[in-house]
């Protein structure tokens, strides 16, 4: 069984920073291209990151380059996004999601599995 | 653009056919997926690649995509397909983009 746990979520100071992690299982992590995406309270889905495998392929969205950074572990099975900088705005349940099969630049990617997410609150 | 345009509701009666329609500029040239998420639960992917079902998908569940427009289909809807749907594509300029969301609501 696919399982997506995140963690490191919490409370945290405008301009602060926040490390979330994701732990994977039931899967072979090391094929699989993962993602960050969040969710504002009472609003929609918002993509934030993606990393391809073999780390060979990065993206963010526009409002976090320069602020997040997205990595993986492979020999520990773990997604990772570091939060820097943070925002107001950038409050949010944070899903990780794994890609569905393909290249992570093939237009048929899609995320078919889900975490729980984790809430990052910025507030001062 | 790569933005996707979705209506922020739509209302269905139990038994009838809902339509949700996801609007980008050329999407029809791009591969669409559509996402439920009911309320306190997570996004679960319902189609992908325009018009696949997972597996433990209801057939009822189906999907199109032509032109400008993905539509997102449930016939027969029942009052547990109330959720909220979000239609998804890859843009080669922005990578994911995600539609507002569309409020389901079987009445």
């Known amino acids: ?124 | 653009s790569n933005e996707l345009t979705q209506p922020p509701s739509v209302s269905v009666s139990p038994g009838q056919t809902a339509s949700i329609t996801c609007s980008g500029d050329k999407l029809g040239d791009k591969y669409a997926c559509w996402y439920q998420q009911k309320p306190g639960q997570s996004p679960v992917v319902v189609i992908y690649e325009d018009t696949k079902r997972p597996s433990g998908i209801p057939e009822r569940f189906s999907g199109s995509n032509s032109g400008n427009t993905a539509t997102l289909t449930i016939s027969g809807t029942q009052a547990m397909d109330e959720a909220d749907y979000y239609c998804q594509a890859w843009d080669r300029n922005t990578a994911v983009v995600f539609g507002g969301g569309t409020k389901l609501t079987v009445l």
Not at chain 1, 29 to 39: A, D, H, L
Request: net charge positive; with cysteine; aromatic share 12%.
């Open chain 1, 1 to 124: 069984e696919v399982q997506l746990v995140e963690s490191g979520g919490g409370l945290v100071k405008p301009g602060g920073s926040l490390r979330l992690s994701c732990a994977a299982s039931g899967f072979t992590f090391s094929n699989s291209n993962m993602n960050w995406v969040r969710q504002a309270p009472g609003k929609g889905l918002e993509w934030v990151s993606s990393i391809s495998s073999s780390h060979s392929y990065i993206y963010y969205t526009d409002s976090v380059k320069g602020r997040f950074s997205i990595s993986r572990d492979n020999a520990k099975n773990s997604l990772y996004l570091q939060m820097n900088s943070l925002r107001v705005e950038d409050t949010a349940v944070y899903y990780c999601a794994r890609g569905g099969p393909g290249r992570l630049t093939s237009r048929t990617y899609y995320f078919d599995y889900w975490g729980q997410g984790t809430l990052v609150t910025v507030s001062s």
